[in-house]
């Protein structure tokens, strides 16, 4: 009895198709012994029959089919291994689906992918329950059987042994005669590492894409210009919708004193801030701050562009440069400006080969109405004086407040005393022409200067020569009374 069990061990360890080859030469055997041996006796055939030439007969056949078995047996061996070659080198798991929904073959390379072990005997029907029972997979047998030959692919999620998800990428087709119970090819590919790539890919570029629309920045992702994606804070910027924007390019929304710089800069690929001007929908111009990189995106190279709307900030600056150059009260220029206009004023006066006048001028009187009334006072007689001021030049003058009752005044283009007079008779005129009421009880202050001229280049032809000769003319006509102008005298050390 152990012997028997001992053989049928063996014979269970041997290859299914091994078996059936066994089993259909003993077959072929007891066929052959049958009619060669034994039956012609059991039949009764006729004295005549020659059993030995039948015997030999039938021992040919019976060895002819035995070869023939063989070499079907071999060929069928031979083309399993080319087979499981041929599935060994390829770069994917090969398996077929039976009309049933089975899994009839399946190669050797995918069985890690799905946690089974390559030793283990029944490895193939542990593919079978890994597979078949998957949905997404029937689906896709479903569509092959509906193409006619066509290769059809589809991504899948499949659970291995140890319940770990995987993804595979299966391109099925039907094998011919292509009906509806045809056997399904397919090869699949481990692509895990890549669907979570693409996972963490797309999930990166989602919270990037979240962060650019929470950005204050408009941002413009554009080939040479040509606009490619731009975000929300972009649309709400230049007015234009996402759609808009998709069809324009840098000459739609750069104004056009900035367009050739912006332009170089993006064929030059300059990443530095910069400054520009841009154009809403709605034509209104706006100052912006641009910074842009150079990107590689999917193997293509692009350019992404942040604009920044700075024209609160162009605002503060404008209010920051203005007060630090005009008086606070009188909103005239301050000393600083006055300084800066003044020496502009001599530079281009010396190449054009010009004069101009400077007039120094100080309020007659105003210590005592300081004294007598108040600060407060003072200064609404101050404002009044530099509106009046203001009111009597020109615009290309500037008058200016340097000091607490000082003011001076730049007159281009003034080419005689005579031109110098008339402008300072206009001046007095306009302080005197009526007084100014310092009080609700109708108190009035009559407001008057002492005035002191100095004329380039004939007086002075240097800065500080020219604010001298003024300023000694001006207390020259104090000295002459109230409501008086003086002509300066020339510089002794004038060259």
């Excluded at 000459?251 to 001007?277: C, F, H, R, W």
């Excluded at 300081?370 to 009044?384: A, T």
Aim: contains cysteine; charged residues 25%; hydrophobic residues 40%.
């Amino acid at each position: 009895m152990s012997g028997g069990k001992a053989i049928l061990g063996k014979i269970k360890h041997i290859r299914p198709h091994s078996r059936y080859l066994v089993a259909l030469l003993l077959f072929w055997v007891a066929l052959g012994l049958w009619l060669g041996v034994f039956a012609p006796y059991f039949l009764e055939l006729e004295p005549g029959y020659n059993a030995s030439l039948t015997l030999l007969g039938e021992i040919i056949l019976m060895g002819g089919g035995i070869f023939i078995i063989v070499a079907i047996t071999w060929l069928w061996s031979r083309y399993r291994a080319m087979r499981d070659n041929l599935y060994a080198h390829l770069p994917g798991l090969v398996f077929g689906i039976t009309p049933q929904g089975k899994i009839e073959f399946a190669s050797d390379l995918g069985l890690k992918w799905l946690g089974i072990d390559e030793k283990a005997g029944s490895s193939h029907h542990r593919i079978q329950d890994v597979l078949s029972a998957n949905k997404d997979l029937a689906d896709l047998r479903e569509r092959a059987l509906l193409t006619d030959g066509q290769i059809v692919e589809a991504e899948i999620a499949v659970f291995t042994v140890a319940e770990q998800r995987r993804w595979l990428r299966i391109q099925c087709r039907t094998m011919p005669p292509h009906t509806p119970d045809s056997m399904i090819e397919c090869i699949a590919w481990d692509i895990t590492e890549l669907v979570r790539e693409r996972t963490l890919r797309t999930e990166s570029e989602q919270r990037l894409e979240q962060m650019a629309n929470l950005s204050s920045e408009g941002l413009f992702l554009h080939d040479a210009g040509k606009c490619v994606d731009a975000n929300i804070a972009a649309e709400r910027m230049f007015g234009h919708s996402r759609d808009e924007l998709l069809l324009m390019s840098a000459v739609d929304i750069i104004a056009e004193s900035s367009l050739q710089m912006v332009i170089d800069n993006i064929q030059s690929g300059y990443d530095k801030p910069y400054e520009a001007t841009a154009r809403h929908k709605d034509g209104t111009l706006f100052p912006c701050e641009i910074n842009g990189r150079n990107v590689v995106i999917d193997g293509v190279k692009l350019r992404l562009t942040s604009f920044r709307d700075i024209s609160e900030r162009k605002i503060a600056e404008d209010l920051v440069r203005y007060q630090a150059t005009h008086d606070a009260l009188t909103d005239l220029p301050n000393r600083y400006l006055f300084v800066d206009r003044l020496e502009y004023a001599i530079k281009l006066a010396k190449r054009r080969k010009e004069r101009f006048a400077l007039m120094y001028v100080d309020l007659d009187g105003f210590k005592q109405l300081n004294d007598m009334h108040g600060h407060v006072i003072g200064d609404k007689v101050l404002v009044e004086v530099a509106q009046r001021l203001r009111h009597s030049l020109r615009e290309v003058d500037t008058v200016a407040r340097i000091g607490g009752d000082e003011f001076t005044v730049i007159l281009p283009g003034t080419e005689t005393l005579e031109d110098a007079e008339i402008v300072a008779r206009k001046v007095l005129q306009s302080l005197t022409s009526s007084p100014i009421n310092i009080s609700s009880q109708k108190q009035t202050y009559e407001a008057s200067a002492s005035i002191g001229i100095a004329l380039y280049p004939e007086h002075a032809d240097n800065f500080d020569d020219m604010i001298s000769v003024a300023d000694k003319a001006m207390y020259q006509a104090k000295k002459s009374g109230k409501d008086q102008f003086r002509f300066a005298a020339p510089v002794t050390s004038q060259t």
